[in-house]
């Protein structure tokens, strides 16, 4: 074996060191190299050299490890008549030399070289690991470093042996071994040049090594930036890139469905024209502050897209730096946040509405938290409440119930609130609550609010102050109570003046007396002097004196019957009248009265007809009054009838007298047929002058009949004629009448 | 002809009834007051007697009554004249004493008949006095 160290710092291929090799090589190679035939040396260092080249050639176009190793272990057998060869590699965990590739007469010689960098392993490649230079064996049968194999070696013809590290960046990275079929094969020339060998393969492998990871760094960033563009092509954020200047070189397609743009449009500064005019300068500030302080901008703004619908994004950029920590240009994102802006804005609302209603609502509220037994806090309360406390806000708001209502009130409101947490329900109370403001009565009610877990975690409360009804209620009590004492003062101002109105009554009667007796004592004179002269009892008279007397009769008798209607009506109204109930001839009335018409009747060319029915005798009434409403009935008649007849006819129905006076005059128009017998109504008012009269002749009637026992009634056509008729009872006084014959 | 006292404060009403009976042929007495007729009826002892209710001093009920409490005059006709006519004023008058009842303003037609009409149910008390 020939070990390299005494020059560890010269390289192996140096020519210089030859020498030295040669005295360290033992000497048996020596006298071999130098007995051999020169033809043979050639030969073999020839091949030695083709094998150089055909490496150099396969190092030059293969760049792959494995087939680099492969092709190399072939070159070896085939161009440089090696009888096996093969390459290992250290593993970098187990530290031992695993084959990577081989070629030749192979046995299981390689299998048993676990050749590792621990030097208590023997063994020649353990050795080249260790040391760093080739080993070689010259004669298998003799060296002990193959001593382990030896038989094995022997058996498969190798002869001869070498062992090449692969050195690179100063570490063993494997090994090349060949092996010969004669003894010593390798010479100092073949060595040299088998040492370069293996600094080649050494580069080579280095440099695929390095080209491999390039590559492999190409695929990852190839990887990386597929990766990269398929996150933005498929992201919901819209992405950009953008130069220095703000132009943008890149957008996303979420990019471009936020902003309504397409990618054309959105490139360079097309975007700006997309941002909302309010938007504009608040953004471009916000940008160059960012910029100045080299942090990332961050805004929030509005895009208008093309068909007017607006954005809302949240924005979002970082300044990309090159190694000198220029800025190259931006990378950004924008969110569309329009919902959250929608939402935000539906919900600031909402609160602003709550808030209004809240602050705005008459009735007090407030808004408390639970804190634990006993212990509420105001949270919140709203105008209504500190009007009525006439507290402030920073009196109450924070602050624990018991501190903000005076004792003893607040003990019954403590209760209430156990109450309201206990049931879990709304309760309601009515309340007298002293605050600085003065004494108000509440109606209270209080809500808990329960958490997630079911507990009463607030309370809500509430109340309707009703100290104006109750005020109310008070004021109409206490006005109930002073009607009922004007009612009854009204009351007894009322009896006092039925009595003072009954003495005026009486006062009355004896008025209308005193007036019927003082009105009648004068027209005695008139009516009895006027009578006596017509008499001629002073002596006679000529044809106008009597007729002028005459006319001076007939108004005091007409001046006389107006006193007594009128003192008939008094009597009516004051329930004064009063009838009389004796027998007599109705007949005989009948036709007394018709005598007293007669002339009337005869005056206006009018027929009076009378039928009275066979059998009527003897009736029990008040003869005047009978009288009385005949002569009415009668004079009526002929007043208001120009030319026809004025018929009365006297019937009997069952137990009813019946007379009916018919005319045929001008007849009562149905609408005032209903008020006939009212007093006062003489119809037609424009008829005053042709018919004197009182209108109360028919008043007294109604009322006389009625007195009597009977009714009386009117039916008329206007402008053909009318009929009053009227009964009278026939049974004896006190006998009981049957139905009336209209009823 | 009879005898006829007449009592009545107004005068007129004096002078017409006074005349309708004297035209008749009798003989008219008048008093002015109540007091003054129940004196004259006492002396002159008349066959008939108007009376007048409303009068001064003593009004026409009391002096019927006082007339019929006289035995003497106790069956001579009083025939009240009056111009009372309120309801009851002539039960009144009838339950004074009076036996009839003539309301004013007269009738000249028939006022005379009313007043005959009294004595004739008992002529032999005027025939008596006769």
Sequence with gaps: MSANKQNPGASPQSSQRSPSKRENSSLPARADISNAVPEVRLSKLNRTYALVSDVNQTIASVHQTQELFETICRSAIEQGGFRMAWIGLIDPQTKQVKPAASAGEIDSLLEKQNMTLDDSVGGFTAAALRTGEHVVIHESEGDPNIAPWRADALQMGYRASAVFPLMVAGEVRGTLNVYAAEPDFFGDDQLTLLDEMAADIAFALEFIAEDEQRRLFVLLLRESEERYHTLARISPVGIFRADPNGATTYVNPAWCAITGLSYEKGMGMGWLDAIHPDDKETLSRNWQQSTYQGRPSYAEYRFVRPDGTVAWVMGQAVPELNSE??????????????????????????????????????????????????????????????????????????????????????????????????????????????????????????????????????????????????????????????????????????????????????????????????????????????????????????????????????????????????????????????????????????????????????????????????????????????????????????????????????????????????????????????????????????????????????????????????????????????????????????????????? | MARILIIEDNEQNLYLVTFILEKRNHVVTAARDGRRGIQLAEEIRPELILLDIQLPLMDGYTVAAELRRNPALERTPIVAVTSYAMAGDRERILAAGCNGYIEKPINPDTFLAEVLAHLAPDPSAGAKEK
């Design chain 1, 325 to 743: 920590q220029q800025i190259i240009g931006y990378v950004g994102t924008v969110t569309d946040i329009t919902e959250r802006k929608r939402a935000e804005a539906a919900l600031q609302a909402s609160e602003r509405q709550h808030s209004l209603i809240f602050a705005s609502i008459s009735d007090i509220l407030f808004y408390i938290a639970v804190e634990a037994e006993d212990r509420y806090r105001f949270l919140s309360v709203n105008s209504a409440f500190l009007k009525a406390t006439g507290l402030t806000e920073g009196q109450v708001i924070g602050k624990l119930v018991q501190e903000v209502i005076p004792e003893p009130a607040h003990a019954l409101v403590l209760e209430k609130y156990r109450e309201a947490l206990r049931a879990k329900k709304a309760v309601h109370w009515e309340e007298v609550s002293v605050y600085p403001a003065g004494k108000r009565h509440g109606e209270v009610s209080v809500t808990p609010i329960l958490g997630t877990d079911g507990n009463c975690t607030h309370l809500i409360g509430a109340v309707h102050d009703v100290t104006e009804r109750v005020r109310a209620e008070a004021e109409l009590h206490r006005l109930n109570a002073e009607l009922e004492e004007r009612v009854a003062q009204r009351t007894e101002e009322l009896r006092d003046a039925m009595i003072r109105a009954q003495d005026a009554d009486r006062m009355k009667s004896a008025f209308l007396a005193t007036m019927s007796h003082e009105l009648r004592t004068p027209l005695n004179s008139i009516i009895g002097f006027t009578g006596v002269l017509l008499q001629e009892l002073a002596g006679p008279l000529n044809a106008e004196q009597s007729k002028q007397l005459g006319m001076t009769r007939d108004s005091a008798r007409h001046l006389l019957a107006l006193i007594n209607d009128v003192l008939d009506i008094s009597k009516i109204e004051a329930g004064q009248l009063e009838v009389a109930r004796a027998p007599f001839e109705i007949r005989a009335t009948i036709e007394d009265t018709l005598r007293t018409v007669s002339p009337q009747a005869q005056k206006k060319g009018l027929a009076l007809a009378a039928a009275i029915a066979p059998g009527i005798g003897v009736v029990v009434s008040d003869r005047r009054r009978v009288e009385q409403i005949l002569l009415n009935l009668l004079s009526n008649a002929i007043k208001f009838t120009e030319r026809g007849e004025v018929r009365l006819e006297c019937r009997m129905l069952d137990r009813w007298l019946e007379i009916s006076v018919t005319d045929t005059g001008i007849g009562i128009r149905p609408e005032d047929l209903g008020r006939l017998f009212e007093p006062f109504q003489q119809l037609e008012s424009g008829l005053n002058r042709l018919h004197e009269g009182t209108g109360l002749g028919l008043a007294i009637c109604k009322n006389l009949v009625s007195l009597l026992g009977g009714q009386i009634r009117a039916k008329s056509e206007w402008g053909v004629g009318s009929t009053f008729s009227f009964t009278l009872p026939l049974a004896q006084k006190g006998a009981s009448h049957g139905a009336h014959p209209d009823h």
